[in-house]
């Protein structure tokens, strides 16, 4: 069978969905497929159970194994969340921010995504990330890895395992930690809930993990640093408070929604 005509009879996915999990099932790129190539038996049969997954709520990306975010390109499992383009946003946001920064933290790290996004940007800065969970630590070092940058990737809470010795030193932090409530959950779409649970809820209220970070932020930032967290729309205007110190302020992602809560410290 050949390709084109393949892409035309599945109707159960959206097109673009299609093409990109034929793209899986041949290692052939887009282009390719959709002027048309002659398939194999083995690959039709590969592509079939690939739609059959995608229809069962898998994730595109987790079926893909990675994504790209910044100049890197990072794996993902069902161990990570799946970095979303909100996140690269972010991303974009900070860099134009800082010039050299030395000492970079990235909290809540998951796959790594912001952490060896930042690294490829500024090879010379010396990068901490942290994760509560542990298959998200295996996931960011095997990234790290797969990518040759050298990044301190470390398991704990929050600040708890970055070096006591960056203290009042780190000049540029980013985090995109939980921030649904609870009764969220259950509203998500099912593949969104294929994605770890404690990656997207942070508790009763869904403030609370980027709350601590805002109470502890203040003791790890050099004069001038930059802050950028990922937060929700709907606790944006109530956590910036938790950010006054630093000067923090709220920012819009491309669709105009309250996504982020940036801040600079003074230079002094
Ligand atoms: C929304 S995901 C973000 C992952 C990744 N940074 C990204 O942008 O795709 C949140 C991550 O925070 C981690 N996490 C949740 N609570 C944490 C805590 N108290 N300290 C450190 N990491 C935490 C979760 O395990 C998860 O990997």
Redesign the pocket.
């Known amino acids: 069978m050949r390709s084109d005509e393949l892409i035309g009879v599945q109707d159960k996915l959206p097109p673009h969905e299609v093409l990109r999990l034929l793209c899986v099932a041949t290692g052939r790129q887009s282009v390719e497929l959709q002027l048309g190539v002659e398939l194999t038996p083995d690959q039709v049969a590969v592509f079939e159970s690939l739609v059959a997954r995608r229809l069962g709520n898998e994730p595109l990306q987790y079926i893909e194994g990675s994504v790209p975010f910044g100049s890197v390109e990072v794996a993902v499992d069902p161990r ?5 383009p909100e ?1 690269e946003y972010l991303f974009e946001l900070v860099v134009t921010m800082v010039s050299e920064p030395l000492v970079i933290v ?9 952490a060896l996004a930042l690294k490829a940007r500024f090879p010379n800065a010396a990068v901490y990330a ?4 542990r298959d ?1 630590i295996s996931v960011a070092r095997s990234n790290a890895e797969g990518a040759g940058f050298e990044i301190n990737v470390a398991h ?3 600040f708890d395992p970055i070096p006591q010795t960056v203290k009042g030193r780190v000049d540029l932090l980013v ?5 649904l409530a609870e009764r969220e959950y259950s509203d998500l779409p099912p593949d969104v809930r294929r994605e ?1 649970r ?3 809820v ?1 508790g009763a209220v869904g403030d609370e ?1 980027v709350r ?1 970070i805002g109470e502890q932020i203040g003791d790890w930032m050099a004069p001038g640093g930059v802050v950028g967290i ?1 937060v929700s729309e709907f606790h944006a205007w109530s956590v910036v408070d938790y950010f006054t110190d630093i000067g923090g302020t709220v920012l819009q992602d491309l669709t105009g929604r309250d996504r982020y809560v940036i801040g600079r410290l003074p230079f002094e």
């Open positions: 990570v969340l799946i970095p979303r996140t990235d909290l809540c790290t998951g796959s790594g995504n912001l942290s994760d509560v969970s998200a704990g809470n929050l985090s995109n930690p939980p921030y770890p404690d990656a997207l942070a993990v601590r990922e």
